[in-house]
């Protein structure tokens, strides 16, 4: 048994490890397990995810966006063949965002994330192997069993790297992967896995809005200069203060992660900018509605929808 509570630092943030979920001017990096002290992060020279790089833990990697912290962790649960033994803490997969109620995969992202694996197997993954070792990998973290712990890696193995469009698979896939190393080079210990402190898997941003109350945004949206109409904001967003319409600000509801709804004020009609505010000024991205109909039409109390 290694010494207990060992800290080991893994493949956490997509924002932080690949070029399309990071900002501009941030290169591809790969956390990972090892056997030194330290804390992971280096530029990618084609090491996989499994790769060991070690650095001061003191000092924060300037490669790596919100990398949160990597000090010490409270101690994780007991393995089941070893009551008095700590675990090895290791980073487990950063906010999404992702709301509950979005369709697959996203919605797969959201119950792994929280490591919901009994109904993450009960919904149908078998189609996407990705998610199929997600889902086995995600029983075994729980479990602990030798048995499951086979399944897990050897399906991982036959999956390929998502693309680099696909910010979601992409951190299921880098993290699965070190976690999986981190139990093949140390597998008598118990892997109890915390959340990042910071970062996300998918840039933050407004893509557009949806009337349908399901993150994906309407084509060509339309609402009634009478106001009313409650849509959601399509996109990915940890925090929205408010929203423009046309250059007026209205207030937003919170239904959950990820999931923020605004309803249109009144207005003339024509094509009008939607923009998304929050505690830090503008959100990245932007949306147009078509305001319809006459405000004649439009009663003094309520709408005309």
Do not use: K
Not at 186 to 193: G, S
């Amino acid at each position: 048994m290694r010494a207990a509570g060992r800290i080991i630092v893994l493949a956490a943030a997509c924002a932080a490890l690949l070029p399309a979920c990071a900002g501009p001017g941030q290169s591809d990096a790969r956390i990972d397990a090892g056997s030194g002290s330290g804390v992971t992060a280096a530029p990618d020279n084609g090491d996989t995810a499994a790769d060991l790089v070690t650095a001061d833990p003191g000092r924060a990697d300037p490669g790596i966006a919100d990398p949160g912290t990597a000090g010490p962790r409270p101690p994780g649960p007991a393995a089941p063949d070893d009551p008095g033994a700590e675990g090895t803490t290791v980073l487990w997969l950063p906010i999404g965002p992702v709301s509950p109620s979005d369709p697959p995969p996203n919605f797969w992202y959201s119950l792994l994330q929280n490591r919901d694996c009994e109904l993450l197997a009960a919904n149908d993954t078998s189609a996407d192997p990705l998610w199929s070792a997600a889902s086995a990998l995600c029983t075994a973290v729980v479990t602990d069993n030798a048995q499951d712990w086979t399944r897990g890696t050897t399906q991982l193995t036959a999956v390929p790297a998502p693309a680099a469009t696909d910010c979601l698979g992409r951190a299921v896939y880098t993290t699965l992967t070190a976690i999986a190393e981190a139990h093949r080079r140390n597998p008598a210990e118990r892997l109890d896995p915390v959340a990042p402190g910071a970062g996300t898997a998918c840039p933050l941003g407004l893509d557009g809005v949806s009337s349908s109350g399901i993150n994906s945004p309407d084509p060509d949206p339309h609402t009634s200069v009478c106001g009313g109409a409650e849509l959601l904001l399509a996109g990915r967003f940890l925090v929205v203060d408010r929203v423009e319409v046309g250059g007026r600000s209205v207030d937003v509801r919170r239904a959950g992660e990820n999931s923020f709804f605004f309803i249109t004020p009144a207005s003339s009609s024509g094509v009008q900018e939607i923009t998304a505010w929050g505690p830090d000024g503008r959100l990245p991205g932007t949306a147009t509605i078509t305001v319809d109909g006459d405000p004649a039409t439009c009663s003094a109390t309520g709408s005309g929808q």
